[in-house]
């Protein structure tokens, strides 16, 4: 049986890529221009397919049809945390993502980038990708503005003239934690599918909720049960959103438990790995990193909650956010192992480089068992059109 081929684009530490591996994917080639990134591929794929280069100096010629392309461009013009420059960003890769597609005409293509893609600021650079993606054959002219090929992609989309390739294109804000990642993570995804491959797909149902989590914590014990402790004495230790929801679960109790899974917590992921020391007895990427503190806006992730989105940072590791942080208020640094499991990449897997560069590819890598679910749904529709 001939395997779907992918070509991914600013893979980082490999998460998409390995999520989609999972559900029998072949990568032909894995495209990122950082080194240290590259390194950690290197180790965990085939080192021939990693590319270590410029994606604006990559000939995606070289692969002609592939079933899929993939990938995250930098998320850096887009950030809440970052300038917001948006398109007028040198490191916004969307037009290379385009070029991609243009040139290997994949049968369906997976992008992942920030919620801050979705702000209001950005919204008609946001709608001119869209279609773009839409319309890969219509490219920007040389010295075009990409407001002026915005007003050609619109003439096209609403005329009914147009023969050539063609996506349909969707998005959604999807947080992992609502797919069973103990990680609070929103992130854009937009998937394209080929329109002559007559394909009627939508993005995977949630299967986990805050409700859930909350019933086994505060209805039936059950939580603290498994994990053989108490419950917190006080409730000081979760955010004002959650304890609207307890205050409601109490004041609104049911029989009937919510339909879907618990959220998947801090706890769960981390149960049975020991403290860390310094010397990474238990694994070398296990290693304890004193300093860490509470300050405003920085009170690191409550143990029995799914973590804070893992952060990658604009200079390392990020002021307080990727803590731990105990009922009793006591904190500490996630160890890059930490990080990388709450990220859900399997033990097994190695993240080169120090701790602040390491910790920098877990925060910008996309979950693997999210990856492994859209993945999985998308690539069986295509394999449903391929068989047929």
Known sequence: MTKLTSLELFSGAGGLALGMSQTGIHHEALVE???????????????????????????????????????????QPFSLGGKHKGEVDKRDMFPHACRAISECTPSAFVFE????????????????????????????????????????????????NYDGIKYNVIFRLIDAADYGIPQRRERVVIVGIRDDLGVHWSFPEKTHSLESLLWTQFVTGEYWERHG?????????YDKRTLAHIDRMKKQSSFFAPEKKPWKTIRDQLSGIPYPDKQGSYHPEHILREGARVYPGHTGSFIDVPSKTIKAGGHGVPGGE????????????????????LQTFPEEYRILGSWTESMRQVGNAVPVELANIISKSLSSQIWNIQKA
């Open 113 to 160: 980038n920030v919620k801050g893609l979705l702000r209001k600021s950005f919204s008609s650079y946001f709608g001119y990708v869209i279609l773009r993606l839409t319309y890969p054959g219509i490219p920007i002219t040389e010295g075009e503005k990409w407001e002026g090929h915005l007003d050609r992609l619109e003439q096209i989309h609403t005329s009914q």
């Open 322 to 341: 990727n803590m731990i942080r105990h009922a009793d208020g006591s904190v500490r640094y996630f160890t890059t192992y930490e990080a990388k499991l």
């Open 229 to 237: 402790i108490e419950p917190p004495a006080s409730l000081d230790c």
């Open 33 to 75: 221009w950082n080194k240290e990134a590259s390194k950690t591929l290197c180790h965990n794929f085939d080192p021939d397919i990693v590319h270590n280069v410029d994606v604006t100096d990559f000939d995606f010629n070289d692969y002609g049809h592939v079933d899929l392309i993939a990938g995250g461009p930098p998320c």
